[in-house]
């Protein structure tokens, strides 16, 4: 098992799990930087590390009406300010080779979304990048299957590598999180993450967008804790009803502590079994 060294956490092995978490999309400067203090101070008072995430774009929308982003230029320049305000890391999304380099220069952590993560150019890109590379497991992907999107960033020289469950496909609007896919996941040799909130979507559910059901987050975080995980990836909101993405799936922010609380609890009892 590689362990990813980031700044001053370790990410695999035996290693406390990590938390990745922040609000789907960059909706404004006031939103992410309120809610990246808000989450610095959790994760200091559970003494976890944490990762800020938020898309800086949202390139697969349900509908043409769907919230796309401020601007590549103005949320990459807020997620900065999160980096050297809080000291966090970033992870953000990518959707094109060309974005790769752009985005490079602020994420710490390149995502590549599910239903991207065959795209060799993408996956090469990003590897040639040098930062740690978060590969989704696409919703249609065995998770053995993984092996090959990983082997393409490898290919690049790149090994800082993560995976990513985050629910398979279960007839129409409907996900599933088999919980075999972590271990299966974990023995390509590579850290494995746990996205307990768009694994609650209902894709394409709702009227132009994907429902969710938010109440299943707590029991799926926590089965990805008990079988084993070394990050959990939660998209948490102040607010996820006046969200502007995946308002149906993410997790109200006054929750997060509660949940972290249980899951890293798990954790620590899972830890030589990893």
Sequence with gaps: MRVIQLNNMSIGGKKPLVLIAGPCVVESRDLILSTADRIKNIAQKLSVEVIFKSSYKKANRTSNSGFVGLGVDEALRILAEVKSTFGMPILTDIHSPEEAAVAAEVADVLQIPAFLCRQSDLLYAAGKTGRIVNIKKGQFLAPEDMKHPIEKVAATGNTAI?????????????????????????????????????????????SGMSGGQPEFIFPIARAG?????DALFIETHPDPARALSDAASQLPLDKLDELLKQVLAIDALMIEHK
């Design 225 to 229: 804790a008990a079988v084993g995980i």
């Design 162 to 206: 993560m995976a990513t469950e985050r629910g398979a496909s279960f007839g129409y609007h409907n996900l599933v999180v088999d919980v075999r896919s972590l271990p299966i996941m974990r023995s390509l040799g590579y850290p494995v993450v746990l996205d307990a909130t768009h694994a609650v979507q209902l894709p394409g559910a709702g």
